[in-house]
């Protein structure tokens, strides 16, 4: 009887770490999922602020097509990479949009009426403000991968991936020719 009694409360140990592995497990992967959402909504906020931005540049500098057209490309691909796209299509599509800007920038460094613009100048605040929350939104996603990472390729949590559905997730990095932040100046 002394056995039975003992075989059944490790069958009960082991069934209740599991059921704390799998809850872990899971909260970790939708943590990380939750923080990749994040990075969607900041993307698609700059994404909804770039035609503000082009239009009121569009009416100081109505000759330079070619950067708007790049602009409502890059915009479309941001929108469609957040809505379906995996973490270095967002990420591609990301630096496309940030190529984008810079070209919408530069060709407003030729206006100085522009420049001082009140909407334009709200606008660039609005940008920039995005920007940081798009870096918080990355490095806050990258965390909950790091963290989600580390558990996933460890033991005991190793032994549970499979019944939980969970695998290592990608890092949002960005793309080889986009290392460094654009620079623009006024």
Same mark, same amino acid.
């Given at each position: ?14 069934? =209740? ?5 799998? %809850? ?5 992967? /939708? ?12 993307? @698609?906020?700059?994404?909804?602020? /770039?035609?503000?931005?082009? #239009? $009121? ?5 109505? !000759? ?11 915009? @479309?691909?941001?929108? $469609?990479?957040?809505? !379906?796209?995996?973490?270095?299509? &967002? ?9 984008? /800007? ?22 660039? &605040?609005?940008?920039?403000? $995005?920007? #940081? &929350? /798009? ?6 996603? #990258? ?5 989600? #990472? ?7 949590? =190793? =032994? ?6 969970? &695998?290592?997730?990608?890092?949002? %990095?960005?793309?080889? @020719? !986009?290392?460094?932040?654009? $620079?623009? @100046?006024?």
């Amino acid at each position: 009887m002394t056995i039975v009694l003992i075989i059944v409360g490790i069958v009960v140990v082991l069934a =209740l770490f599991a059921v704390y592995a799998f %809850n872990r497990l899971r909260r970790l992967d /939708i943590g990380a999922q939750e923080a990749l959402g994040g990075i969607d909504v900041q993307l @698609t906020r700059r994404a909804d602020l /770039i035609p503000n931005l082009v #239009n $009121t540049v569009k009416g100081y500098a109505e !000759h330079e097509r070619g950067v708007f057209e790049e602009v409502t490309r890059a915009r @479309t691909s941001v929108k $469609t990479a957040a809505d !379906h796209g995996s973490v270095p299509e &967002k990420a591609e599509a990301q630096a496309q949009l940030d190529r984008a /800007i810079v070209d919408v920038l530069a060709v407003a460094e030729a206006y100085p009426d522009l420049k001082a613009s009140t909407n334009f100048v709200e606008l660039q &605040k609005e940008l920039s403000d $995005t920007e #940081n &929350k /798009i870096s918080f939104a990355r490095q806050y996603y #990258n965390d909950a991968v790091a963290s989600l #990472n580390k558990i996933v390729q460890t033991i005991p949590w =190793l =032994l549970f991936t499979g019944l939980a559905g969970v &695998k290592p997730r990608e890092f949002y %990095n960005a793309p080889d @020719t !986009h290392q460094a932040p654009p $620079t623009v @100046t006024f």
